[in-house]
């Protein structure tokens, strides 16, 4: 009885352990929701896409701003955790 007990309590633990080096949700990293020129809430029908990525802006005249120095701005999406939509013609 003792030996049933130590091994059930042995292979719960190991598949405890298992849970601990699972990729989490977490690192899969978020939505973007704001403007990366601006900061406002974004408009999903104005966006540009740039080397494989969409992203989206709060109006027509950030898309503008974002075009003048994309990487920029992409940096700044990335740095803040921010994963971009693949589009398309993503590689």
């Known amino acids: 009885m003792k030996r049933l007990l130590i ?14 080096f699972a ?3 977490a690192d899969a990293g978020k939505a973007q929701t704001n403007c990366p020129v601006m900061g406002g809430k974004i408009d999903r029908t104005v966006f540009a896409d740039y080397q494989g990525k ?12 974002f075009r003048k ?4 701005y ?9 994963e971009l ?4 013609d993503a590689k």
Do not use: N
Not at 55 to 64: H, I, K, M, N, R
Not at 69 to 72: C, G, H, L, N, V
């Open 54 to 65: 969409r992203v989206y802006f709060c109006c027509t005249g950030c898309v503008e701003d």
């Open 85 to 88: 939509e693949k589009t398309s």
């Open 69 to 72: 120095d994309p990487d920029k």
């Open 7 to 20: 091994v059930l309590v042995l292979a719960l633990g190991l598949m405890l352990s298992g849970f601990a």
């Open 23 to 25: 990729p989490e949700a």
């Open 74 to 82: 992409i940096r700044k999406l990335e740095s803040e955790g921010v």
